[in-house]
């Protein structure tokens, strides 16, 4: 199956739904990405909401069948808007042993990771087009993930659009809930306030321990994008929180 860009489409959210935490937007490809996508996409990734594009392989309960998905049974990492890639396609190459997929509603990053995955050669990450709390919601069994990451997700900056955030105490029940009791959940962020939120919102889970003392010390593991560079230089200050389920 090969797929040109324009048939990746977003499905318009309906009443009662709740609110995304992501702005749908269309950009070009470019050549490389173009060619990903045609030609990669049947192996690596598959669709969130149209099963036309390659819906994700189920269980019968209806939950994601992570053999079928990855060809093994391995520790999986959910990373939450995985932007252009480059932190997942790192991250999975020094960690052979646990399998990542991740999940991006922004097309180009979706093709870019492609790319990179062509490129290294790599076979412990896969990739899904669309909303990652509705795959969630829908398509993750409870206790089956080793990690999620939350790197740079959208601030929504505006007083009035902070209910969009991906990280306030609904959702982060929603993804503890996936999380094997002592899977960790790390979110980053160089928006100073979201940063806050993030520390009040993870710790106040009675379910989740901060693994640190406030923030926590930034990874080695965790590399620097193009995008966290840019908000170093703009004199942003990136802040992690990591904390592990406990029961």
Not at 30 to 36: P, Q, S, V, Y
Not at 181 to 195: I, K, N, P
Not at 225 to 239: A, I, M, Y
Request: with cysteine.
């Amino acid at each position: 199956m090969s797929l040109p860009s324009d048939a990746f489409r977003h499905v318009a959210s309906r009443p009662h739904e709740p609110l995304r935490t992501f702005h749908p937007r269309r950009a070009t490809l470019g050549r490389d990405r173009e060619h990903a996508l045609a030609h990669l996409w049947p192996r690596f990734g598959f669709s969130v909401h149209d099963d036309a594009l390659g819906g994700a392989p189920t269980t019968p309960y209806g939950t994601l069948d992570t053999r079928a998905l990855f060809g093994r049974d391995a520790p999986l990492v959910l990373e939450i808007g995985s932007g252009m890639g480059e932190t997942t396609a790192a991250m999975a190459a020094a960690d052979p042993a646990r399998d990542y997929l991740a999940v991006e509603a922004h097309l180009p990053g979706v093709a870019n990771l492609l790319v990179l995955l062509d490129r290294a050669g790599l076979t412990n990450v896969r990739v899904a087009h669309g909303d990652a709390l509705d795959l969630v919601r829908r398509r993750v069994a409870e206790g089956t993930l080793d990690a999620v990451h939350v790197f740079f997700p959208d601030p929504w900056p505006k007083a009035r659009h902070h209910k969009r955030r991906l990280v306030q105490p609904a959702h982060v029940a929603l993804l503890r809930s996936r999380l094997r009791v002592g899977g960790t959940l790390h979110c980053a962020t160089d928006w100073a306030d979201y940063a806050e939120q993030m520390l009040d919102v993870l710790t106040a889970d009675p379910a989740l321990e901060n693994t640190a003392d406030g923030f926590a010390p930034r990874p080695a593991h965790r590399p620097v994008t193009k995008f966290e560079q840019r908000g170093l230089d703009l004199g942003h200050t990136v802040h992690d929180v990591v904390v592990r389920r406990v029961r």
